[in-house]
């Protein structure tokens, strides 16, 4: 099966910096890669689809890109309500593994 | 709109069984296929199952193979998840989500239920 790595685990960043998380995938996955935003206690939200087409309604300073096997999400300036972790997903096909996650904390 | 409804969690001791049902309704239920997602306390996402639009096919997390079943029923909207021989570590909340549909192959998970707890334990 396909493994998904996401570096770093954790980040803590000041308000309006830009942020950048990697996701890597053990094996060619194309484009078939989502971002899930999931603040505590909340239920996942998909963020970005295709490696890099913004869901509806999702705020324009968030953006991914990358094919293959490395992709990234980047947030342009880093927002109070962007406090949360951020998961990556292959759906190229099952099993559709999740990234370890990557906690996001204002500084 | 689209929405999915998870119920069936509860306290179950380890080797018991218990069954997770989701329903679905504000969209053709029969055109797709539906996942099930865990996530124990404190931890990350972890796919653990999914069902094809019809019920003919289904895939498992290694984690969970040969002790849960998905299976689905169309006329009543609802894609049911029986866990049996369930260990400590299956304790978790059981999200399912919407996958692909017969059109269009390969979609992310758009649509989400709210979860339902399963805690295992003595």
């Known amino acids: 099966d396909i493994q998904m790595t996401q570096s770093p685990s954790s980040l803590s960043a000041s308000v309006g910096d830009r942020v950048t998380i990697t996701c890597r995938a053990s094996?060619?996955?194309?484009?078939?890669l989502a971002w899930f935003q999931q603040k505590p206690g909340q239920v996942p939200k998909l963020l970005i689809y295709?490696?890099?087409t913004l869901q509806s309604g999702v705020p324009s300073r968030f953006s991914g890109s990358g094919s293959g096997t490395e992709f990234t999400l980047t947030i342009s300036s880093l927002q109070p309500e962007d406090v949360a972790t951020y998961y990556c997903?292959?759906?190229?096909?099952?099993?559709?593994?999740f990234g370890q996650g990557t906690k996001v904390e204002i500084k | 709109q689209v929405q999915l409804e998870e119920s069936g969690g509860g306290v179950v001791q380890p080797e018991r069984s218990l069954r997770l049902s989701c329903a679905a309704s504000?969209?053709?239920?029969?055109?797709?296929?539906i996942h099930w997602v865990r996530q124990a306390p404190g931890r990350g996402l972890e796919w653990v199952a999914v069902?094809?639009?019809?019920?003919?096919?289904?895939s498992y997390a290694d984690s969970v193979k040969g002790r849960f079943i998905v299976s689905r029923d169309n006329s009543m909207t609802t894609v049911y998840l029986q866990m049996n021989s369930l260990r400590l570590e299956d304790t978790a909340v059981y999200y399912c989500?919407?996958?692909?549909?017969?059109?269009?192959?390969?979609?992310?998970?758009?649509?989400w239920g709210q979860g339902t707890l399963v805690s295992v334990s003595s």
């Open positions: 997903q292959k759906y190229n096909s099952s099993p559709r593994t």
């Open positions: 989500a919407r996958g692909s549909s017969t059109v269009t192959k390969k979609q992310p998970f758009q649509h």
């Open positions: 094996q060619g996955i194309s484009n078939y």
């Open positions: 504000g969209f053709t239920f029969s055109d797709y296929a």
């Open positions: 295709a490696a890099s």
């Open positions: 069902i094809s639009y019809d019920g003919s096919k289904s």
